[in-house]
């Protein structure tokens, strides 16, 4: 039981924090904080990726390459470059050590007021801190396993953020339904996201990214998007307005990738089998 429950925790503190600190805030920059806050959320975040943890640097500016060439040669993950989820994913991780590293050359626009902590992300991202979490999660399994079954979690407990990753950006580009038709084939993968906390709705967020709500219909509850107006109301983050909304959606390019920038109402969405 120890180990579920723990199994359980660490999936969801992970993936809020990566669609929090990585993508909302550092990407879209939907809101903003102050140091203190700022800073809380990086040892959150890396407390709760554990050895997946991500520099919020270096995923923002992957994450807006992935939105200005969505499905295009240049996407650092798009299903329609790779054969595989394996292939692509292995990409992924090149292009986020390059990115990291500043091993390529990027575009003005994809760095422009990304957050940088850079001695914490030289600790926090490094070989070392994540030998270390491969040792305490093996260990912790170890200690309270009371079932070989149980082991079967241990390698998602490793890979926890490329586990999220990978269903998010394969499988929401190759299956569900599609509220907006875009220049690219992202998709959301099912009507009520309770297991990745609003990043399953891809297709609702390609065509709205600097939203902090990722739902656009009545039963597409995003559960961050609630957590986001909590901290707004009690002082944590302060919500971008429509200004800085639309300069961060032209600096990607949005208008380009649009088809129909209408939400089809009354229709049904599109269903997409890849």
């Not at 990407?27 to 407390?47: D, G, L």
């Not at 220049?183 to 990214?209: A, M, V």
């Not at 559960?223 to 107006?229: C, E, N, Q, S, V």
């Not at 109402?265 to 269903?271: F, M």
């Amino acid at each position: 039981m120890v180990i579920v429950i723990f199994f359980i925790a660490q999936w969801y503190f992970s993936i809020f924090s990566q669609t929090f600190l990585q993508h909302r805030y550092a990407a879209h920059r939907s809101f903003t904080m102050n140091r203190f806050w700022e800073r809380f959320f990086y040892v959150f975040a890396w407390i709760s990726q554990g050895a997946t943890y991500m520099s919020p640097r270096a995923y923002a500016v992957m994450h807006r390459m992935h939105h200005a060439y969505a499905d295009t040669p240049k996407d650092p993950h798009s299903p329609s470059n790779h054969k595989n989820m394996f292939a692509m994913m292995e990409n992924t991780r090149k292009m986020y050590t390059a990115c990291y590293w500043d091993n390529i050359e990027v575009e003005k626009r994809f760095k422009k007021d990304v957050p940088d902590w850079p001695w914490f992300d030289a600790w926090a991202d490094s070989r070392i801190a994540k030998v270390i979490w491969v040792l305490f999660y093996v260990a912790f399994y170890i200690f309270f396993a009371t079932s070989p079954w149980l082991y079967l979690l241990l390698p998602i407990s490793i890979l926890m953020n490329p586990a999220h990753a990978v269903m998010v950006n394969w499988f929401g580009h190759k299956i569900g339904y599609r509220n907006y038709a875009l220049k690219n084939t992202s998709t959301n993968l099912y009507p009520f996201d309770i297991f990745f906390l609003g990043e399953s709705y891809h297709n609702d967020h390609h065509r709205n990214p600097s939203s902090i709500n990722m739902g656009v219909r009545w039963f597409e509850i995003d559960i961050t998007y609630y957590i986001i107006l909590f901290f707004s109301k009690i002082g944590i983050v302060k919500l971008a307005g429509s200004k800085a909304k639309n300069e961060h959606e032209r600096d990607l390019d949005l208008a380009e990738s649009i088809v129909n920038p209408v939400l089809l109402k009354g229709l049904k969405p599109e269903k997409v089998i890849a």
